[in-house]
């Protein structure tokens, strides 16, 4: 990213090239994280800095946005729709929108194939990317887990779920790979082949999760209801519905640091569920940079293509 002049003291707006493409980013020096003293500027550096291994996770995928104009502790927003400023070599994609709470049948929705449309969102305060388990006009190419614990569970007992759930996979030839979410919980992400409808991907989930949470009903649940979690982990099998979405690997969360989603490698994972403490933990922008650096992207598998899933359990008729 090249700017066409400094950015001077007190000045708000400056212009700056990216890839080929003209950007006036504002607001350099506003704070979004203020008990960090996070700035946009850093936030913009951030998903610069991470956009080689962010984009191909985002490529082809209709993103919903969360955008935080005056910070994390301000007023927010979901930003499905284009917004009328876009620029027009932005890509949009006009997609259906299955129960719309605006009762709008579609939507111009962004895809983020490119540094210049990441530095863009970055520049409108939007912090945190969030995708579907589907590519534009596709089925289902990702599968996908939601940890979620109940007090006093932690991270590390969504860990020894997520062991669990990796082993239980196997069994049916799934590779299932592990980040944090950046708030308290974690995902699994696995490929799956595109030429299944979501509702057959998320019963499969379902049927693993209810078959996990009989397995050990004190430590885990499937069920929704939000009375029967604490001490547990709630299996997440609905983020698999069409309609919904999950945090973007590498995505900023909003919090009081700037954390983001991390991709976590097995041994880690394994560690944490025997009791290690600290190893696997919400890590912060500056510390996915560092981890990126050392691991590379340890979710690149998840570009490729899986196997379908299970229509039935295994010795069902």
């Known amino acids: 990213m090249r700017a066409d002049r400094s950015l001077g003291a007190g000045e708000s707006r400056i212009r700056v090239d990216v890839a080929g493409r003209s950007l006036e980013l504002s607001n350099l020096d506003k704070v979004l994280y203020p008990a960090a003293g996070f700035t946009k500027g850093e936030v913009i550096d951030y998903y610069t800095r991470v956009s080689a291994a962010l984009l191909p996770h985002l490529a082809d995928r209709a993103l919903t946005r969360i955008r935080y104009p005056n ?3 301000g007023q927010f927003f979901f930003e499905k729709n284009a917004p009328a400023s876009t620029p027009d070599w932005v890509r949009t994609e006009r997609l259906p929108t299955p129960g719309s709470s605006r009762g709008r049948d579609e939507l111009d929705f962004v895809v983020a194939d490119d540094l210049p449309t990441l530095v863009w969102l970055a520049n409108l305060a939007a912090l ?3 995708t579907p388990q589907w590519r534009v006009g596709a089925d289902p190419d990702l599968l996908v887990v939601d940890l979620d614990p109940g007090a006093p569970a932690g991270i590390e007992e969504c860990c020894a779920v997520a062991v669990l759930i990796r082993d239980r996979f196997a069994d049916d030839g799934i590779a299932c790979f592990p980040k944090t979410s950046g708030r308290k919980g974690m995902q699994l992400g696995a490929p799956v082949s595109a030429g299944q409808s979501a509702d057959i991907v998320s019963g499969y989930v379902k049927r693993v999760a209810e078959e996990l949470e009989r397995r050990s009903p004190k430590t885990i649940t499937s069920k929704m ?6 001490g547990r ?3 997440d099998w609905s983020q698999n519905n069409a309609a919904k979405t999950t945090v973007a690997p590498y995505s900023l969360r909003a919090g009081p640091v700037p ?5 976590l ?3 880690e994972v394994e560690a944490a569920a025997a009791g290690e403490p600290g190893v696997v933990r919400q890590f912060t922008a500056a510390e996915v940079l560092d981890r990126l650096d050392e691991y590379g992207d340890l979710l690149a598998d998840l570009l490729t293509v899986g196997p379908p899933v299970p229509i039935r359990n295994r010795g069902s008729g």
């Open 71 to 73: 910070g994390v502790d």
């Open 233 to 235: 982990v709630f299996i």
């Open 265 to 267: 490698t097995w041994p």
């Open 225 to 230: 209801a939000k009375r029967l979690r604490p």
């Open 259 to 263: 954390a983001a989603s991390a991709p």
């Open 128 to 130: 945190e990317l969030h």
